[in-house]
């Protein structure tokens, strides 16, 4: 395991800010997710997991501990049948390729999101028609001493919240159950909702992804953008143009650019209706 200090976040992120993380490493399997776990507890380190960054907000002052990359080079994922099995580091966009490339349903809604399949079943990432949490069959995870499964019965899930959220577990891979379907109508759809996101997000500027949860019976982006919050900056953290629901990074933002602009989002949405937005992105690091 290689372990690599003072790593700079930022260059990991799809917000491109935040400081460094005291100690860094990449498992390729899990007995060296195993071990980065066990060195962290035996060096008394507190331990972030992370995918590919894209749901994420690192504050400036960076990350204490041990951050833990399961990326890349943890990435193998097959088919048989309507099961696909794959580990946690495979991009959760390639699932949905993979999947239509075998005339499987279920994952159209999955292109375009971007990030990994253990960032997607953490936070039971969906778009339009779908999430992942039913498509699980089970989950393997891992500990520092254990390996263990969560069937499809215990995986348990609701919107942007999974099980994964409560427990200090690594998800290390996963079984996926979908259905044989038309190939055509297959990248039909995802075709569809490809154009749809690219008209509407800011897919050319730094962000990571709708900034609040959508409280029960609104739209976040309309309503900011009611507002008139659209384009309102602070530092070099901008409310997207293109889409409100989003804050991109203009090139030079602070996390604390972006941590002021969330306030003054929250702060302009409760005056007027009361609401209390709550965070999508998962703000990590020291404060
Ligand atoms: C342009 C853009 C569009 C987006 N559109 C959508 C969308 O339509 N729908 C949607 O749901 N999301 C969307 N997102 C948000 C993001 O892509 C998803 O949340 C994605 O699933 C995060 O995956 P990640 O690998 O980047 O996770 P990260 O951002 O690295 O981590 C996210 C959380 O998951 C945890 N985590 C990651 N991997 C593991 C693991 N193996 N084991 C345990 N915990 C883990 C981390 O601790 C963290 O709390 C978008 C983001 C961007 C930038």
């Known amino acids: 395991m290689n372990l690599i200090k003072n790593f700079p976040m930022k260059q990991i992120t799809s917000l491109g800010v935040g400081g460094p993380a005291d100690y860094f490493c990449k498992p390729k399997n899990i007995p060296e997710i195993q071990q980065g776990l066990q060195y962290a507890q035996e060096h008394e380190l507190p331990i972030t997991i992370i995918g590919y960054g894209t749901n994420l907000l690192v504050t400036d ?8 990359q399961i990326a890349d080079n943890f990435a193998q994922a097959g088919v048989e049948g309507t099961l696909i099995t794959a580990t946690s580091g495979c991009l959760f966009n390639s699932i949905s ?3 239509a490339c075998h005339s499987l349903t279920g994952l159209e809604f999955a292109i375009g999101i971007p990030g990994s399949l253990g960032g997607a079943i953490y ?3 969906g778009a339009y028609d779908g999430e992942i949490g039913p498509l699980i069959e089970n989950i393997t995870w891992a500990t520092a001493e254990d390996v263990g499964i969560w069937d499809k019965n215990s995986y348990i899930y609701s919107y942007r919240y999974s099980r994964a959220q409560e427990e200090p577990v690594v998800i290390v891979k996963a079984h996926i159950r979908l259905e044989k379907g038309d190939q055509k109508t297959i990248y039909a759809k995802m075709k569809e909702f490809q154009t749809k996101r690219h008209a509407r997000q800011p897919f050319d500027q730094p962000s990571a992804g709708s900034t609040f949860k959508r409280p029960e019976g609104y739209y976040v982006g309309p309503m900011i953008e009611k507002l008139n919050l ?9 409310v997207s143009k293109k ?3 989003f804050i991109i990074n203009t090139g030079n933002a602070t996390a604390q650019d972006i941590l002021d602009l969330i306030a003054f989002i929250q702060k302009t949405v409760k005056e007027a209706h009361g609401i209390h937005l709550e965070p999508e992105i998962k703000i990590i690091g020291e404060r």
């Open 230 to 238: 659209k384009g309102y900056t602070i530092g070099g953290a901008q």
């Open 97 to 99: 390729r993979l999947a």
């Open 61 to 68: 002052k960076g990350i204490r501990g041990l951050v833990i």
């Open 243 to 245: 889409h409100a629901g």
């Open 123 to 125: 936070m039971n990432a």
